[in-house]
């Protein structure tokens, strides 16, 4: 976002600097005045055994270990004392050394049975998995005020931090500590008759340590079933399928991921300052409640399925509607402070559906013994929709709003919504009306009348959907002797973009030092961005 046509150094070799303005800095100087290294080692090992037993039986046991380590080492010279929006870069240089490493252990062991009775066949396991996952185990330091540029981050007890007086390095935050256990024992069972028909039953019971000491463990049931039609004495004089197979299911699914090792914890942290006999006092306390509820979330999928391939397999795909329920969904919510100190937590609270259908298309249209090309085509609609935000602790009701998107005059106000009857993410924000005759934006408000001083919140109208109407895509792959080609195109149609790149560079009055659109240089000086 630099101006492009300012230099990048003066006649006399210095840099060119806008110091006066803010966030506006040379990104050569800043290069060349800095230095960076990071280095990544991997281990990964695995063991793998599988035992013969008596009675048709089968033992297997995996073991994985997988170790990521990295070294970071940073230096920023004195030159970056003159940013005045850097002062955490500190006095006369500042170097940042630290090392993490994420580790990942895994053991699953599981026995199996296979036993056939005539024409039908029964499989069936019975097994138990554990994982522990660390995550930012190590140290992180860093100081400032080195007596000359070219010391670098590996010298960093050469640095006096003490002799500036109050400074406190602040570069960022340590890596988090995280320790995640996911235990797991499952059962499954199939069944075989003629390779016909097929029926499959399973369950799970899964416990996970970044739940709430009440709900750490759910049990997940699915059943299955599927008909090969092509099987069927009537399919047997025709010569158009070669493959026909409908299928139905079943299925409760937990989701674990995405929040870390302390999102049910109490979390303490800065808040600010305050007043105390005569002089500000930092202020330590809780900034997340505990909740010893949060539970998983689920998602139940009811699933009905058509395969098929025609013309000897030159043409085959797939045909399938589905409906999924995700319940107790988790999200970090306002509260009311007087039952919730924080005025936030970490609950369940809330329910989500989803219906679609989905068309996949693959064909072989030329396979000869020198060429081949393959291609496949894949449509998608799905519905969304959120159909409760129930928790009663929740402040706000059955709506949140989400998304402040930031940049060269953005107000920080929201411009989309979680909310009951809408698809996540629904827009809801200011109805833009264009320009009137002198160049000023005007926005239609909640009655329908347009207004160049729209009200944020009171005339917010619901405008559309970022959620797509239509997924597509289109391979393709083509090979002659020993060439390949491969190309892929997808597209979303039908859904609502907010294109924030645009808002953050349609400010002419930033024009004196950073990059604008073409289209924002002959803006009025009286049109004041609302969003």
Known sequence: RYLPVSPVKNADGTYFENFATVNSYNPVAMMEQSQSKLKTNNLTGSFNT??????????????????SNRLLGEYYNAYFSKYSALANFGTNGLALRN???????????FVTWNKR??????????????QESVIGEGFQTSSTNFPVDNIG??????????AIGPFR???????IYQEVRLISDFARLNYNYKNKYLLQASVRRDGSSVFGANNQWGYFPSVGASWRIIQEDFMKNQNLFSDLKLRASYGVTGNSTGFNAYTAQIMSGSLGTFYNNGAQTAAYGPTQADNPDLAWEKTSMTNIGLDFAILKGMISGSLEVYDKNTTGMIYSYNVNPALIPTGRITANGGSMNNKGIELTLNATPVNTSKFKWTTSVNLAHNRNEITSLTNP?????????????????????TIQILKSGKP?????TLDYAGKNDNGVSQYLNNKGVLTLTPLIGIDYKYLGSPQPKLLAGWSNSFSYGNLDLNFFFRGSFGNKIFNATRADLFRPSTAQYSNILRDAAGESVNDVNVF
Do not use: C, M
Not at 55 to 67: A, C, V
Not at 169 to 175: L, M, S
Not at 393 to 400: K, Q, T
């Open 50 to 67: 599988n035992v013969k037993l008596p009675f048709n039986l089968t033992y297997d046991l995996n073991i994985s270990y997988q170790n």
């Open 99 to 109: 090392s993490y490493q994420n580790t990942v252990k895994t053991l699953e062991t």
């Open 117 to 130: 009775f005539g024409e039908h066949s029964l499989n069936a396991v019975l097994g138990y998995s554990w």
């Open 153 to 162: 981050y590996n010298n960093l007890a050469l640095s006096n931090p003490y």
């Open 169 to 175: 390095i602040d570069f960022g935050a340590d890596g």
């Open 393 to 413: 602790l929740f402040a706000g009701g059955d709506s949140v709003r989400i998304t402040a998107p930031n940049g060269q005059g953005q107000t920080g106000s």
């Open 424 to 428: 996540v993410g629904q827009f809801f």
